[in-house]
């Protein structure tokens, strides 16, 4: 057994400098997101149905909430930003909170954990979208990272799942590493304060690392509603993975206390709301171009709920880690940018 406490500092302790001013490059979208356009980007030509929920959160170019209109000089709680091109997305959100040296710092060690629930080609919206990762990927050896770690446990055959779903291309191509994971590479550790989830499996990368970027895709579940950044945690865990669909919500919660990424990128480029999590059709998928990027999964799952067009409250992990006190759901509360990159 490794030392719990080091490990629950290093995951619940800031890394944080002073944050850069917000970009200048980002173009403000002074309207309602409309969530019904179509059509890929430069980097993204893959084409899908291209009907979608409306947002009702407004969109200034400046660091905002629904009620006031300030810029903080820490940078918003959450940046959403859209465009055709995923990269420039992923590029533009992670500006706004100020830029992958606020999270990733020299000599870093780094884990990038996308959804890889099986191999599917992106264009399905069932595992992250491999321009997303190979891009933040690269932004971490920008920043100054000596080592970038891709994982995920998948459900079938690691080596083939990120294959079909171009990610470990895209990783390869950015410099990154993946690791194929397989039962050796879990440790059991106990999980303190854990109301059902007492002890697990995890991958012990992610507690060691330096950063830890949760990476989801924004999707329909059968079991748990919605599959947003407190779900997609369940790649970390080995063994005995299923029996978290028991008690979900509180297990969810449980591993969320626990495990606290240091930045949340949730991939909206493509969005599953049918048949999910392992989709299959095109006709199951909308299109809808939008990156979203933030330091709280409980934060980050209310906004994805908002554009899966669910209420955050009709989320049960989400209503049970907002219970808990893990983070905020009520979007009014945050300052929000939304823009377009």
């Excluded at 980007?41 to 407004?58: H, L």
């Excluded at 990120?162 to 690791?179: D, I, S």
């Excluded at 906004?303 to 759901?329: E, Q, S, T, V």
């Amino acid at each position: 057994m490794r030392d719990m406490d080091r490990r629950t500092f290093l995951l619940t302790t800031g890394r944080w400098l002073a944050v850069a001013a917000l970009a200048p490059t980002l173009s403000g979208c002074a309207r309602l997101l409309n969530w019904s356009d179509s059509g890929g980007g430069q980097s993204d030509s893959d084409t899908a149905s291209n009907e979608g929920q409306s947002s009702s959160t407004t969109a200034t170019g400046t660091s905002t909430s629904q009620s006031t209109t300030t810029t903080l000089r820490g940078g918003p709680d959450l940046a959403v930003i859209r465009g055709d091109s995923p990269d420039l997305n992923v590029r533009a959100a992670v500006a706004q909170l100020g830029g992958m040296e606020r999270f990733v710092k020299p000599k870093a060690k780094v884990v990038v954990k996308p959804n890889v629930l099986t191999g599917r080609a992106p264009e399905y919206a069932v595992c992250t979208n491999p321009i997303v990762v190979g891009t933040i990927v690269r932004m971490c050896f920008e920043a100054g990272a000596a080592q970038v770690t891709v994982l995920d446990h998948s459900t079938s055959s690691p080596r083939p799942a990120f294959q079909e779903a171009g990610l470990t291309q895209a990783t390869q191509a950015a410099g990154g590493t993946v690791k194929y994971l397989n039962n050796h590479d879990f440790e059991t550790v106990q999980i303190p304060g854990a109301q059902a989830l007492t002890s697990c499996q995890l991958v012990p990368d992610v507690l060691e690392a330096d950063t830890f970027i949760n990476v989801p895709i924004c999707k329909v579940h059968s079991l748990a509603g919605l599959t947003l950044s407190m779900k997609n945690l369940m790649g970390i865990v080995g063994a005995g993975r299923a029996n978290i669909h028991s008690k979900m919500a509180t297990k969810l919660t449980d591993l969320s206390a626990f495990v606290k990424p240091q930045l949340v990128i949730l991939d909206a480029h493509r969005i599953l709301v049918r048949n999910g999590p392992g989709g299959g059709r095109l006709s199951d998928v909308v299109l809808t171009k939008t990156c979203v990027a933030g330091t709280n999964q409980v934060t980050i799952d209310a906004y994805g709920c908002k554009i899966m067009g669910w209420h955050p409250m009709d989320l049960p992990a989400l209503a049970a880690a907002a219970k808990r006190g893990l983070g905020d759901p009520d979007l009014s509360h945050h300052v929000i940018y939304e823009g377009t990159a």
